[in-house]
């Protein structure tokens, strides 16, 4: 330091090397830390999914997601106490029907494998938030989301669909449903159904921006829902958009959406970003299959610590805006929270 320095800064030499403001003071122990913590992850941000399958007494483990399973409706009772009891306000109901058509008549069908499930559920742990999943993937012998002609998959027609598997839902005693497939205009048509029915106080949350991407892979083992042909990208989102997806989530609030989902969650973070300053909506993340079975595989190899990466993608979900995540980890996630507090 030179002398003129000196006069002008008021300061001597070994002051200005010691730094004035020191950033670390408050993360020097866990107690500063866990003051000063912005984002703090609750059972109450989870929701889980589960996958009902036909039969008695089942419980098979997903190959491509360890610690996932397809269950039978006696085995998914028992799983949604276990979640219930865990803390774990609500979880999302998939179901793979025991025959499937080009139509998917499963789906609507008041008998159907998740509306028998639902009903079960409601019976024994009425106060679990039973979400399902509205779809045709898992129902039709083609694995699309709709109905195919030629090489459309056509959209009003499977909307008109959507709509009246939704309604089976609700009259089964779901308490919310979720439209996954992406189709326009299938809000609009699911609130119209469900009102005209009377059920004005079930709420939909809507697949907002939900892109063609490839980490529900393992998802598509699990619900038994791959196209034979073709793939999901004439209705689900390009990944390269997010413009798109704001006019995709601003439709579906016009349409009667009471909460928004952008799906993937890790590389949409940005966008789930912008849906929650944007719209202000309550906000949904899924972190979807492929998210889940790399962290497995990578801990399985020793790679990571499974656990602690788990919890900081549950973390970072949390503070770019989502209020619920939709996530396998839920179960493992709500016993760190129980050992850490
Ligand atoms: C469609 C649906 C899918 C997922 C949820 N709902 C699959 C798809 O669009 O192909 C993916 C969830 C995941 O990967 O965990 N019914």
Redesign the pocket.
């Known amino acids: 330091m030179t002398l003129n320095e000196k006069a002008i800064t008021g300061l001597d030499a070994q002051t200005v090397l010691q730094p004035f403001k020191r950033l670390r003071r408050t993360r020097m122990t866990e107690q500063f830390r866990s003051m000063v913590r912005e984002t703090e992850l609750s059972k109450n941000d989870f929701i889980y999914?589960l996958f009902v399958v036909p039969g008695k007494s089942i419980k098979k483990e997903v190959s491509s997601m360890p610690g996932v399973f397809q269950m039978s409706i006696d085995t998914i009772v028992r799983e949604c106490a276990e979640v219930k009891a865990m803390g774990i306000p609500g979880v999302i109901l998939?179901g793979i029907p025991e025959e499937k058509d080009d139509v998917g008549s499963g789906a609507y069908d008041e008998l159907g494998i998740v509306q028998q499930t639902v009903r079960a559920v409601k019976k024994e742990i009425p106060e679990l938030v039973l979400i399902t999943?509205v779809?045709l993937?898992?129902y039709t012998s083609h694995g699309h989301?709709g109905i195919v002609r030629g090489n459309e998959i056509v959209n009003d027609e499977s909307v008109e669909l959507l709509a009246k598997e939704a309604l089976t839902h609700v009259q089964a005693g779901a308490d919310m449903v979720a439209p996954?497939?992406m189709f326009d205009g299938r809000v609009r048509a699911i609130r119209g159904v469900l009102d005209e029915n009377g059920f004005t106080n079930i709420p939909i949350m809507s697949?907002a921006a939900?892109y063609a991407s490839g980490?529900?892979g393992?998802?598509?083992e699990a619900?038994e829902?791959a196209p034979k042909f073709g793939d999901?990208r004439s209705h689900?989102m390009d990944p390269a958009n997010v413009q798109e997806a704001l006019r995709e989530v601003e439709e579906d609030i016009k349409e009667g959406a009471d909460i928004v989902m952008v799906?993937p969650a890790m590389p949409y973070l940005d966008v789930l970003y912008r849906v929650k300053e944007r719209f202000g909506l309550p906000t949904a993340a899924?972190n979807?299959?492929?998210e889940y079975s790399m962290v497995k595989a990578a801990a399985k190899m020793g790679w990571i610590d499974g656990e602690r990466v788990a919890i900081e993608l549950l973390t970072g979900i949390k503070r770019a805006g989502a209020d619920l995540i939709l996530t396998?980890f839920a179960k493992e996630a709500a016993s760190y929270i129980d050992r850490h507090r």
Request: hydrophobic share 20%; proline share 8%.
């Open positions: 999914p998939f999943d779809c993937c898992e989301c996954s497939d697949y939900k980490f529900y393992p998802f598509r619900a829902s999901r689900q799906k899924y979807v299959s492929g396998y």
